[in-house]
Structure formats: C-alpha cells, structure tokens
C-alpha cells in the first residue's frame, strides 16, 4: 500500500490555478456540499465511494475532499486499497478552504 499524500488548501489553490490534471472527490454529504464545493469537483458522497470506485480512472491523480480532512482520507485510504497510486488527502479540508466556491 501506497502512503497517502497530503495536499495542503493552499497547494490545491495553486494547482487548480496552474490547471493542473487533478480530480477533486468531494466525499461531503448532500447538505453539506449544497454550503458549497471546490470549482470542478465531483460529489460522491462517503457512504457511496466503493460502489462508484470502478468508474474511476486509476490513473489520474485524485484529491478527496471532505469538512475536516478526516473522512477524506478514509476515502483516501480506500482508494489506495484498490490500487490507486496519486491519491492526495485535503489538510483541513473544506474549513480551510480560502479559494471561491461553486453552488
């Protein structure tokens, strides 16, 4: 098993500013995601990532989201079990979250 990167708020910011080729996971539940997400992330809810994981690419490099950082990185976890190897976990997670939001 791969370690699980950590990818700071800040990092994230300067990635997506930089267009890099990173797929956001917002692992939030419904209520929470409607609060708002990262530009380009896809919601897939916690509860729902193994179910959803084969439609995956495991190639590409992922970054899961979640409030705190907590659940996103069991969502890490996860994927790294099922052989995804760039797997980044969002430090703090949205409560750190200072770049814009979409609705």
Known sequence: MNEINVMTTDELQKALEENKDLVIID????????????????????GHVPEEVANLDSSKEY?????????????????????????NNLEGGMLDWKGELVF
Do not use: W
């Open 27 to 46: 692992v939030r539940e419904d209520e929470e995601v409607a609060q708002g997400m990262i530009p380009t992330a896809k919601h897939i809810p916690l």
């Open 63 to 87: 970054v899961m989201v979640c409030r705190s950082g907590k659940r996103s990185m069991n969502a890490s976890e996860f994927l790294n079990q099922k052989g995804f190897k760039k797997v």
